[in-house]
C-alpha cells in the first residue's frame, strides 16, 4: 500500500525540476494525479512516467500566470475525479536575477502572477472540492524558499514573491480549518534538472561554486528531489500530517536551521 493510495492530488508545474519528481513520488505513492504545465510536450513525458507506475492521471498544458487556463485546468479534474484531496502549488517562472536597483517591475509582475497569484487563484479554485471532508480532510501544500526568509542577493522579486506565499498560506491555515482543510509550506532544498540546465550554460568555475553552495548543509552532499525532498511533501499530502496546519517546513538537509 501507498501513502497516497485513492487520493487526488493536484500538482502544477510538474514538465521538470521538483514538479516532475513530485509527480512521480505521488504516483508511487498510489496518487491519482492532475498535473500541468506551459511546456506540453515535457509534461506529456511525465505523464508517461506516472502512467508506468500505474497512476491514473490528468495531464493539461497551463500557463499558471493566466487565470482562465487554472480555470480550464481545474475544471477537467473535477470533470475527471470529482474531487481534490492534495493541492501542491509548486510553478513559479523564475525572472532574471540581479541587484535590487537593477531589477524592473515587470520581472516583479511575472513572478508574482505565475507564483502568487497562482497560488491565490488554485487555492479558490479546488476550495469547492477540498471542504469538509471526513477524517484527516485535504491539504493543500505551497512551495517557499529559504532565499525568501534569508533575504538572498540578486533574489528580490523571487523572494517577495515566496515571502507572500508563507504569509498567505498561514491565513488560509486558520480560516480553512473549520472545513478541515490543512495549509503549510515547504523551503524546498534539492538539485533538478532545471539547475543542471542553467548551470550549464556558466563557466566551470562557476559550475564548480554552485555545486559546492547546494553541500552547504550538515550532511555535506547535495540533495535529490526524488528521494530527499518530495517525501516531505508526500508526508504533508498523507493522514499523517492531519494535526499539522500553518507550518513551514525546510526540505533542504540543513541548509537552514534556526529556532
Not at 470533470?79 to 513559479?92: I, K, P, Q, S
Not at 471532508?133 to 493543500?140: F, L, N
Not at 524546498?188 to 555545486?211: H, K, L
Request: aromatic share 8%; with cysteine; proline share 3%.
Amino acid at each position: 500500500m501507498g501513502k497516497l493510495d485513492g487520493k487526488v492530488a493536484v500538482i502544477t508545474g510538474c514538465a521538470s525540476g521538483l514538479g516532475k519528481q513530485h509527480a512521480l513520488r505521488f504516483a508511487r505513492e498510489g496518487a491519482k494525479l492532475a498535473i500541468c504545465d506551459i511546456l506540453e510536450e515535457k509534461l506529456m513525458e511525465t505523464k508517461r512516467l506516472c502512467e508506468e507506475q500505474g497512476a491514473e492521471i490528468v495531464a493539461l498544458r497551463c500557463d499558471v500566470g493566466q487565470y482562465d487556463d487554472l480555470v480550464n485546468f481545474v475544471e477537467k479534474t473535477a470533470e475527471r475525479f470529482g474531487v481534490v484531496d492534495v493541492l501542491l502549488n509548486n510553478a513559479h517562472k523564475i525572472t532574471a536575477l540581479g541587484p535590487f536597483l537593477d531589477s524592473d517591475i515587470e520581472n516583479l509582475d511575472i513572478e508574482l502572477h505565475t507564483s502568487l497569484y497562482a497560488t491565490w487563484h488554485m487555492m479558490k479554485l479546488c476550495f469547492p472540492y477540498m471542504r469538509d471532508k471526513p477524517g484527516a480532510g485535504a491539504s493543500i501544500i505551497n512551495t517557499a524558499s529559504k532565499a525568501g526568509i534569508e533575504g538572498t542577493p540578486s533574489y528580490a522579486a523571487y523572494s517577495a514573491a515566496k515571502e507572500a506565499i508563507r504569509g498567505l498560506s498561514r491565513v488560509v491555515a486558520r480560516e480553512w480549518g473549520e472545513y478541515n482543510i490543512r495549509v503549510n509550506t515547504v523551503c524546498p532544498g534539492g538539485w533538478t534538472d532545471n539547475i543542471t540546465d542553467v548551470v550549464n550554460d556558466q563557466g566551470s568555475e562557476i559550475q564548480d561554486w554552485v555545486r559546492e553552495a547546494f553541500k552547504d548543509n550538515p550532511f555535506h552532499k547535495i540533495g535529490e528531489p526524488y528521494e530527499d525532498v518530495s517525501p516531505v511533501f508526500v508526508f504533508l499530502a498523507s493522514d499523517d500530517s492531519h494535526w499539522m496546519t500553518g507550518q513551514n517546513l525546510h526540505a533542504d538537509g540543513g541548509a537552514w536551521i534556526s529556532a
